[in-house]
Structures are given as structure tokens and as C-alpha cells.
């Protein structure tokens, strides 16, 4: 009977109800809430984050492989794609990709607050102002061995990258309509397809490359030719899923709206990183060695963008909805987990260092001073894991213009100074101009939108998107 009696005391609302326990059981119950909403969030997350990783990999691998094949053709031949493909195609890539992140905070708001007829305008006004900017970069690509000789390239190099700049200008224009088109996907959650179209795009680009270079003899033209047949069966694979029924509420046809309302900024900065390195003794091998580093940093680089791609979709939407303590809560999880993905791959090239470099090249030399290289590419890795995922909080609020500021003020006032000092002044060749340029820019540039994204009044945000939003769709035609 006594133990009866002291089971029953056991279980009584009095213990039960004793502070300690209560408070224990509240923190339980919050870190159970806490895990339900981060797992939610995750899932909102890698449903955009996953399709793009894929597409993005996929889109990349195409450079990768015609890089590969470039680097087995000749170390001029790698040399010449590398300055081709990474400072003339790369440079105006950048431009129009930078352009295109407006569609982004445009397409991603207009969703969240389900004003679903302005999407399809907005795509069609980006491939309006992309397609005449293709026009006034055209140059780039006529004249690029001239330019490339005035900045100190050796003549051979200079001379077949300024031919192969030539014989991608059909890949130029096909940015203006690729970029709108993936950005309007993204923003209404439809990845799977951008996903599909591009693995597809990948296996052409490895067959049509195998094809033209090693049976039809074609050479590096040859691969100049399969990735811009690669890159507009991009487009046109995406754009049949959206003409022919896959977005039925967001693309109704061609508007002229789209000419009403027209009119950013991506960093070129390793671009002007390989022209540098042009400039020192044993050129072609520091161009050589530098632009596998470069190709592996891009390839892992797909990833963090993909997270880019997500995060700035998440916060649009969210602050389209009105909802600022969402588009917190997604930025906190997209960080993480870009960081942690982030120091996977960190891991994996410093423990794989000096075996990397065999998938694009087997000259010793380049070999050696990519070994050298590893560590610098690793921290870049590591880096790039958070500005990115950063750059897309700053997107999907809606803020590139004060963003385009701080990239000037981060890598060409700071970074590029203290790349060409560490570089040239101080004698420590390639590892101190990258060294100098990571440091002094993307360094900076993370540390400062790390800070904004911290200090942000989310709340105020949202309430600005709304009004936004309304003021913009009130004032188009029904």
C-alpha cells in the first residue's frame, strides 16, 4: 500500500507542475517546433536548390568538357580556349547574368504576391534588353586579338583565342535568352524541367564533342561549334515546356507590354585575373595551370549558385507574401547549409591536391603549379560557399543596386590593387594575385553583406515589397 501511495505521488499534477520541469519540457517542445520549421524550410529550399544544382553542374560541365578536350589538343590549344572562354565569353557572361538577377527579384515578388500575369512581361522584357546588349558587346569578339595583344598576351595565344572568340559569338547571344528564361522557372518553382533540359543539353555537348573533335578532325573549332549548339537546345528545350502548356497562369503569349517599362552588375573579376597572369614569365603555363583551378572552382561554383538561385526565389517570395520573419528564416537556412556543402568540397581538394589536374591535363608542368595552387582554390571554395547564398538574399529583397556598389568598391578598389601589389610589386606571381584579389574582394564583399543581411529590419522589408508589388501590377493593363 506505502508503494502504491508513492507512485500515485509520482504522478501528481504537483510534481509534474514543478518549475524545473516545466521549463525543460518547454525547451524540449521548442527545439522539436525549431526542427520542424528547418526542416520545412529545407524542404521549400531544396526543392529550387536541388533541380538547380543539377542544371547548373550540367550547363558547367559542358565548359568543363570542352576545357578537357581543349587541354588533351595542346597546351596552346588550352591555353587559347582558357582566355577565350573565361575573359571574352566570361566578361560579357557575366554582364548579362548580372542584368538577368533583376528578373529574379521581379519574377520571384510578383509570385510571392500571385500577380502571376506579370511574369511572362517581365521574361519578355529581359530578352529585349539582353538581346541589344548582346549587339553592344559584339566587339569584345571581333576585336578580341587586338585587345588581347595590348594587354600583353603572346601573339600565338592571342591570335587562335581571338579566331575561337569568333566562332563563339552564337553562344554570346544565346544568354540573352537563356538566362530569362531559367530565372522565370525558378521563381514559380517549376526547376525539374531546367533540370532535365540541361542534363540533356550536357549529353549532346559530350557526344557532339567526341564527334567533331576526334572523328570529324575539327579541332578546337569543333568545340566551339558543340557548345553553341549545347547552349540553345537550352533554350529551346525550356522555352517548348513553357509555350506548349507548362505554365499555363504565368505565360500567355507574347505582349506588347513587354516594350512598356524598360530598364546590374556581376563581378568580372577573375576574368581580369587570367589576363594578369598572361603577363608572367612562362605565360602559357601559369594561364594553363590557373584556368583548371578556375574550371574547378566554376564546376563546384554551380552549387553555391544554386543556392544563390534559391535563397533569392525563397526571399522573394516571402516578402511578396508580406511575410519578413520567413524571409529571415530562409536566409539562416540556405547559409547554413551552403557553408556546409561548402566545407565538403574544401576537404575533398585539399585531400585530393595534386591529382586533380589530370582530368584536363598531363604537361608536369601545369601539373606542379596547379599542387601549388590547391590550397588558394580550396579557401576560394570555401568562400564562394557564402557570398553567393548572400548575393541571393540581396537579389531576392531586391537591393543589386547598392550591392553593384560595394562589388566596384570590393574588388576594384581594394582587391585588384592588392592583387596587382602582391603580384608584381612583391614578386609572388600567380598565388599573389589571386591571393590578393580573394582577400581584398570577396573576402571584403562577404563580410559586408554578412553584416547587412544581419542588421536588415525584415518586417520593413516586406511592407516595402508589398507596396511595391501592388503599385506595379495596379499599374498595367488587365
Given amino acids: 500500500m506505502e508503494n502504491k501511495n508513492k507512485r500515485e505521488e509520482l504522478k501528481s499534477p504537483l510534481i509534474s507542475s514543478n518549475p524545473q520541469s516545466i521549463i525543460i519540457k518547454n525547451e524540449e517542445e521548442g527545439c522539436r517546433e525549431l526542427g520542424k520549421r528547418i526542416w520545412e524550410e529545407s524542404k521549400k529550399l531544396w526543392h529550387v536548390a536541388g533541380p538547380a544544382i ?26 587559347s580556349l582558357a582566355i577565350a572562354n573565361t575573359v571574352i565569353v566570361g566578361f560579357n557572361f ?48 571581333v576585336f578580341a586579338t587586338p585587345m588581347l595583344k595590348l594587354v600583353g598576351q603572346p601573339d600565338d595565344v592571342a591570335e587562335l583565342s581571338g579566331l575561337v572568340a569568333k566562332w563563339l559569338i552564337p553562344l554570346h547571344f544565346s544568354f540573352a535568352f537563356v538566362f530569362p528564361v531559367q530565372r522565370f522557372l525558378q521563381s514559380q518553382l517549376k526547376t525539374g524541367i531546367i533540370a532535365w533540359v540541361s542534363f540533356a543539353a550536357f549529353l549532346n555537348h559530350l557526344l557532339m564533342s567526341w564527334l567533331l573533335v576526334y572523328v570529324l578532325n575539327m579541332g578546337i573549332i569543333g568545340l566551339c561549334i558543340a557548345l553553341n549548339l549545347s547552349w540553345w537546345i537550352l533554350f529551346f528545350g525550356e522555352m517548348v515546356y513553357v509555350a506548349w502548356g507548362g505554365c499555363p497562369l504565368t505565360w500567355t503569349g507574347f505582349s506588347s507590354q513587354a516594350f512598356s517599362g524598360l530598364w546590374d552588375l556581376e563581378n568580372w573579376y577573375y576574368r581580369i585575373l587570367v589576363l594578369m597572369v598572361g603577363g608572367l614569365k612562362n605565360a602559357a603555363i601559369a594561364v594553363d595551370a590557373l584556368s583548371v583551378c578556375m574550371t574547378i572552382n566554376g564546376w563546384e561554383m554551380m552549387v553555391p549558385l544554386a543556392f544563390f538561385a534559391a535563397t533569392g526565389v525563397r526571399v522573394a517570395n516571402e516578402l511578396g507574401a508580406g511575410n519578413g520573419k520567413g524571409a529571415k528564416f530562409a536566409t539562416k537556412v540556405s547559409v547554413t547549409t551552403s557553408t556546409i556543402i561548402g566545407l565538403f568540397f574544401c576537404v575533398l581538394i585539399m585531400a585530393f591536391h595534386d591529382k586533380f589536374a589530370f582530368i584536363f591535363s598531363d604537361s608536369p608542368p601545369v601539373l606542379e603549379e596547379v599542387d601549388k595552387l590547391s590550397w588558394l582554390l580550396a579557401f576560394t571554395i570555401l568562400l564562394n560557399s557564402v557570398q553567393p547564398v548572400l548575393s541571393g538574399v540581396a537579389v531576392g529583397s531586391g537591393w543589386q543596386a547598392w550591392v553593384a556598389y560595394i562589388n566596384i568598391g570590393c574588388y576594384y578598389v581594394v582587391g585588384l590593387p592588392l592583387g596587382i601589389a602582391m603580384g608584381w610589386v612583391f614578386n609572388t606571381g600567380v598565388a599573389g594575385i589571386w591571393a590578393g584579389m580573394i582577400f581584398g574582394g570577396t573576402a571584403l564583399q562577404t563580410l559586408i553583406l554578412g553584416i547587412a543581411t544581419v542588421i536588415c529590419d525584415w518586417e520593413n522589408e516586406a511592407q516595402k515589397v508589398v507596396a511595391h508589388v501592388q503599385k506595379w501590377s495596379s499599374s498595367q493593363p488587365q
Fill in 54 to 79: 543539377i542544371s547548373r553542374i550540367a550547363s558547367f560541365s559542358m565548359n568543363v568538357v570542352t576545357t578537357a578536350f581543349a587541354g588533351h589538343l595542346g597546351d596552346l590549344q588550352l591555353a
Fill in 94 to 141: 557575366g554582364l548579362l547574368l548580372g542584368m538577368a538577377s533583376a528578373l529574379e527579384t521581379l519574377c520571384g515578388q510578383a509570385f510571392g504576391a500571385r500577380k502571376l500575369h506579370m511574369l511572362g512581361i517581365y521574361m519578355q522584357r529581359s530578352w529585349i534588353v539582353l538581346f541589344f546588349c548582346c549587339f553592344l558587346l559584339l566587339p569584345f569578339y
